[in-house]
């Protein structure tokens, strides 16, 4: 059975110079291919673009840390939308062995200032635990609905939801987690997380995710729900990307981001995969849309 196909066994973005560049956030601004993305040496922020999807340009600081705020001493984890002209990012603040996420705003897609001093999310309840981080939030319908992972701060557990009809207030479904790992598949047995879900023409809403065998080996997977929050469906080409032995991407393959090319007809999917601590992102594709 045909699956994603990754591209030249390389990385697409990051090297030794960069240092660790993870969880990119990829989407189409202005007719180029926006990449934004976590920097772990800058403890920051970060974008690059492309008009390939593939050959990147120098990365730009969007936003850096605030060690001052007393819950952001490194930023990552970050996503981007616009809309009315406006670029609206959500991101992951760590600190003290927490999570919590914050929202900046930007005129220019670059330059992005806070709208809050405090955590417009934090961690509430027994299953969210320490952390919650990794955001996707799109607008739909006339309001923002957020998807998000919970749990341990190394790396999180469950994925869950929220909506706000202004992107800083929200609200947690009650019957969150939305999804937790299924112990019968092995490569999703103890822990999932760093979601992207998108809607889809085809197949209603569409979630990427990873899959950890354990907390050392992670996969990428694929799921739809026909609403987006409930009776999710997983794919049988899971799991969809997966480490290569002695490949630089060898231990693990982490948060996916995906779109669609329709003009190609085919799906487009960046993740960071990891080489014992170096950590860089990859490119791979899928032609048709026989996902499910």
């Known amino acids: 059975m045909r699956n994603f196909e990754k591209y030249a066994n390389r990385p697409v973005f990051g090297d030794e110079k960069t240092g660790t560049v993870f969880d990119a956030y990829v989407w189409i601004d202005n007719g180029k291919y926006r990449m ?17 999807g593939i050959h990147w340009c120098a990365p730009q600081l969007t936003l850096e840390s605030n060690p001052l705020s007393g819950w952001e001493e490194r ?39 806070r709208k809050s001093r405090e955590p417009i999310l934090f961690p509430e309840y027994p299953w969210e635990n320490a952390s919650v981080m990794n955001p996707c939030v799109i607008y739909d319908n006339g309001e923002y609905r957020m998807w998000y992972s919970a749990g341990e701060t190394y790396e999180p557990n469950v994925l869950a939801y929220a909506t706000s009809s202004d992107g ?5 479904v009650r019957f969150n987690p ?36 354990n907390i050392d080996t992670a996969r990428i997977c694929l799921a739809r729900s026909d609403n987006g929050v409930t009776g999710w469906i997983k794919s049988k080409l899971n799991p969809i990307i997966s480490p290569d032995t002695g490949a630089w991407d060898s231990d693990a393959c982490y948060k996916p981001t995906a779109l669609y090319n ?6 487009m999917l960046w993740y960071n995969g990891r080489r014992e601590n170096r950590e860089y992102i990859g490119y791979a594709e899928f032609m048709g849309n026989g996902l499910f």
């Open 36 to 52: 934004d993305f976590s920097w772990r040496t800058q403890k920051a922020c970060a974008v690059s673009f492309s008009d390939d």
């Open 75 to 113: 930023i990552n984890r970050n996503c981007v939308i616009k809309l009315d002209g406006i670029y609206k990012m959500w991101y992951t603040g760590q600190a003290r062995g927490h999570s919590y996420i914050g929202y900046a705003e930007s005129k220019d897609g670059i330059r992005f200032e």
């Open 168 to 172: 800083t207030n929200w609200r947690k």
């Open 178 to 213: 939305i999804f937790v790992c299924d112990e019968s598949n092995y490569y999703e047995q103890q822990r999932i997380g760093g979601c992207q879900v998108i809607r889809d023409k085809n197949w209603g809403y569409l979630m990427f995710y990873i899959g950890y065998e």
């Open 262 to 267: 329709e003009k190609e007809d085919k799906w």
